[in-house]
């Protein structure tokens, strides 16, 4: 009872403060204002470009390895890449059969390769700029592609090599502007027929302006290899992809690579002090390679935030030795009646950190009103932890910014006080 009663006493005490001294206070709490905002601000925008990065990425497939001929992000000019990546032999048909025949621990293994810029027509309807995959069975399952109408390729129409295809939301939309279901009809892919046997459900555009399966088309893989040249051994070949999908108790997925990488090298006949001649690439990879960027960010923000609560900490304390100087017989009063040192000092604590989370809150205030401004294609959002830690931050601050004061007054002698005008 008493702990309530000295909290909403202290409320009562900063509130009144409050109000005879606006103009005071509202400058004296700009700065933990500024700092928290600055802080929660920057901490905000990191967050959410993170969380829409990962998000972007969700195209590579989760729990995923992917056997390259060499390892993303390995540019043409590197020394290892003339000496050593371009002589590399690009993932086969046979071996991506050869691993979906042994492997144990892959939940899915497929083979598939992309072609760009392809014009795509259907009649005198026609659209650009369209990226042709070629792909096995368990494509739809490595990157969990949605079909809305239809269905996805077969193993007898991968294996045969048959000209039908699975065609993205607005590759359907553009070819057939008045049909609502246009599956078994037919598109021109490369001057060929394909027969239309699945639509791909609307994806929309990704945040980092990666194609959406929207302005795909998806087609067997041996049927692809009939108009593109891939597999063929020469270097400037399209490149195929074998993709691995492990279980989640694969923690890391350590069993997984450790045996695609055994049963590629045997398939390959590498001696065991030979190096791999392929690359098995992650997609979390991409994302960690980030994170250095991210920290930078957030320190970033915590060195500019923090200038700004160092000023504001002055300022909460200015405040409180002011209220502690113009309540000093107030003071001499209630130790006269037997208030103890520590419902003074917790008094004047409380009034400190209330007065700290005011200006926290107009800081998270602020913040929140930035979520709602344009960014583009950016989703900014403010989470709970981010709101948990400028409450926590400004409550730190109205601490330590009130202990002096507070334990000044708790110290003061209640005849000298009582006599103080």
């Known amino acids: ?11 009562g005490f900063a509130w009144r403060a ?9 400058l004296s709490l700009l700065g933990v204002t500024i700092g928290i905002f600055s802080i929660i601000a920057v901490l905000t ?46 993932a086969s048909f046979n071996e991506y059969r050869f691993l979906k025949a042994n492997m144990q621990k892959g939940q899915v293994v497929c083979i598939y390769a992309e072609s760009e810029s392809n014009t795509i027509k259907s009649g005198s309807n026609g659209i650009n700029k369209i990226e042709v995959d070629g792909a096995s069975p368990d494509y739809d399952k490595l990157f969990d592609i949605n079909i809305d109408r239809g269905r996805y390729l077969t193993s007898a129409e991968v294996e045969g090599g048959r000209n039908v295809v699975v065609v993205g939301h607005e590759v359907a939309k553009a070819l057939f502007p008045k049909m609502e279901n246009p599956v078994d009809q037919f598109v021109k892919i490369k001057n060929l027929r394909f027969k239309i046997v699945g639509i791909i459900k609307r994806e929309g555009e990704s945040f980092m302006g990666f194609t959406s399966k929207d302005y795909s088309c998806i087609i067997p893989y041996n049927a692809f290899r009939k108009i593109y040249q891939t597999g063929t051994g020469r270097w400037n070949e399209l490149g195929s992809v074998i993709g691995l999908k492990g279980y989640k108790e694969d923690l890391g997925l350590v069993e997984l690579e ?5 049963l590629l090298r045997v398939r390959r006949g590498l001696k065991p002090q030979k190096k791999d001649n392929f690359t098995m690439n992650r997609p979390e990879a991409v994302a960690k390679s980030l994170d250095g960027i991210f920290d930078v960010l957030g320190i970033a923000g915590w060195i500019i935030g923090g200038f700004s609560m160092l000023v504001g900490g002055f300022g909460i304390a200015n405040i409180m030795f002011v209220s502690v100087k113009e309540r000093t017989s107030v003071i001499g009063l209630q130790k006269s009646l037997g208030a103890k040192n520590y419902f003074i ?14 200006g926290g809150l107009t800081g998270l205030f602020l913040v929140w009103l930035l979520t709602f401004a344009p960014f583009g294609s950016l989703h900014v959002f403010l989470s709970v932890k981010n709101i948990v830690l400028g409450l926590g931050v400004s409550s730190i601050i109205g601490l330590v910014a009130g202990i002096i004061p507070a334990a000044v007054a708790a110290r003061l002698d209640p005849v000298t006080a009582i006599r103080a005008n």
């Open 1 to 11: 009872m008493l702990t309530i009663r000295l909290i909403f006493e202290s409320l």
């Open 258 to 262: 450790n045996e695609a990488r055994g």
């Open 45 to 90: 925008l990191v967050d959410s470009l993170k969380t829409n990065i990962l998000d972007s990425l969700n195209f590579l497939g989760t729990d995923v390895i992917y056997v390259h001929k060499w390892p993303w992000g390995a540019g043409g000019n590197g020394r290892d890449w003339w000496k050593e990546y371009i002589k590399r032999p690009q």
């Open 345 to 358: 000092l917790f008094q004047f604590l409380f009034e400190s950190i209330f007065l700290s989370l005011i």
């Open 18 to 26: 409050l109000k005879a001294n606006i103009l005071r206070t509202i």
